[in-house]
């Protein structure tokens, strides 16, 4: 074997060794909360560090959680919530990155760097104004007050996506259309959405993790218990002056598996719309 070889079969099991070491650190936390979540109380507290259980598999602390525990009350919220948001998401900001990118008007380039500018502001700086803005309207406390801000604040990252896969597509099929008497919103809704899977999937993927997975504007925006979401009902879990720790890792592991399933379903597209969405500006 040739010294090049040899050099090149090194640098792979290294990299091999790595990128293991990586996903067995990555993997440990959601290992030890399941594991967690098997035990019973006393063993969680005696044995916190073992990532699976010495003395018996309590499945039924699931069943706990989500029904006495009003569990699946909150799992719908969230599903509700994250599905409402992500398809409203789409829908408006497919609309205007496809106008941005297809219909010729004045301004419009500068409204796109207005909204690529947006993306640079945290929104930790418009929680204050976003919440007097929804008590004035009497929307605090409202399923609508909850959401509103949501779709908003998911619009720049969204249009600067579809507006740039829309324009990595050939304008002759938007020429097209119109030479075979195509409407721009059938043209948009017929020809174009088909072609943005990849872009979908990736929006659909980031606006649902950061939707579910949300808790700040859901503490400071909802007061009502029957709106909670489900990592609301997993923080007030956390407040107890005696913790369970399997309870907690158990609505944790009701909190996170969606989170997990949605990406792996969605991976794909995700990782194709992120590569072909941002490279032509």
Not at 211 to 223: A, C, E, K, N, Y
Not at 246 to 261: C, D, K, R, T
Request: hydrophobic content about 50%; charged content about 10%; some cysteine.
């Amino acid at each position: 074997m040739s010294t090049r070889k040899k050099k090149g079969s090194v640098a792979s099991i290294v990299k091999y060794l790595v990128l293991l070491f990586y996903a067995v650190a990555c993997l440990y936390p959601f290992l030890w909360m399941a594991g967690t979540s098997l035990k019973s109380p006393s063993e969680a507290l005696r044995y916190p560090s073992s990532p699976l259980p010495k003395v018996g598999w309590h499945f039924e602390t699931y069943a706990q959680v989500w029904n006495k525990l009003n569990f699946a009350k909150y799992f719908v919220n969230s599903v509700t919530i994250s599905t409402f948001v992500v398809v409203m998401v789409i829908l408006i900001y497919s609309m205007m990155g496809f106008a941005l990118a297809r219909i010729d008007f004045k301004g419009k380039k500068l409204i796109f760097a207005g909204y690529v500018a947006l993306i640079l502001v945290p929104g930790l700086t418009v929680q204050i104004p976003l919440y007097i803005n929804m008590v004035s309207l009497g929307l605090d406390n409202t399923f609508a007050g909850l959401v509103l801000p949501m779709i908003n604040g998911a619009g720049p990252f969204a249009v600067f996506l579809f507006r740039n896969y829309f324009l990595s597509l050939s304008k002759d099929l938007f020429e097209a259309a119109k030479l075979d008497g195509c409407s721009t919103f059938r043209t948009y809704s017929r020809i174009y959405m088909p072609l943005a899977l990849p872009i979908i999937g990736t929006v659909a993927v980031m606006n649902f993790i950061g939707t579910w997975s949300g808790i700040q504007w859901p503490m400071i925006i909802l007061r009502d218990r029957n709106l909670f979401t489900l990592p609301m009902a997993v923080m007030y879990l956390d407040q107890s002056a005696f913790k369970q720790w399997n309870v907690l890792m158990s609505g944790s592991i009701y909190s996170v598996v969606p989170v997990i399933a949605v990406f792996m379903c969605l991976q794909k597209s995700y990782i194709q719309g992120l590569t072909s969405g941002a490279v032509k500006g």
